[in-house]
């Protein structure tokens, strides 16, 4: 199992540029979630999905836009990229598991830079 | 969710237990009590949980006081790549998880 994937791993853009960055994961879990983590910070959630077909606001989700394709994939998109969205972007996945307890599990990350 | 407080960083030398506190007066009986960290540029890995008994994995050990207020994660021969930022999150299952700042943890020779 790769668990969950993330691509690309780094990316610049310009002001005003768009673009998507792409989560997949193979542990056939029900929710996905996207995070931005800003240098010397903790991460803060920007949108996630409890399940297929639904989506939901987090802590900061201007200048985002999420689309839950299948159960697997869970696209971020930056319809126009600012500087201030120069950060660390991660994705997670989770099922709600037995014990009344959830596990989220993280992919790698993209670094972003925006000029 | 409840408001958690760790220290900033700790250090704990090779081969010694790491014993990593955190502070959660405001807990609520449906709370629990998770560990992720985070190594350096890599996203975060989930540890342990727990809700009111000690618990115990092949990472680490979770130690919960009686009132719940506190708890102390372990780890029970620190090595080098322990070194990380350690983060107690305490949240009703399928909440999101919300991280503060977290415990840097420096393990040293």
Redesign the interface.
Known sequence: NAG?TQTPKFQVLKTGQSMTLQCAQDMNHNSM?W?RQDPG?????IY?SASEGTTDK?EVPNGYNVSRLNKREFSLRLESAAPSQTS?Y?C?SSE?GGR??????????TRLLVL | DAKTTQPTSMDCAEGRAANLPCNHSTISGNE?VYWYRQIH??????II?GLKNNETNEMASLIITEDRKSSTLILPHATLRDTAVY?CIVRV??N???????TILRVKS
């Open positions: 969950v979630y995070y910070m903790g991460l803060r959630l996630y987090g660390v991660f997670a709600f009344n307890q959830e596990t989220q599990y993280f992919g790698p990350g | 629990y540029s890599q996203g975060p890995q989930y949980h983060y299952p399928r999101k998880l919300v991280f503060g700042a977290g």
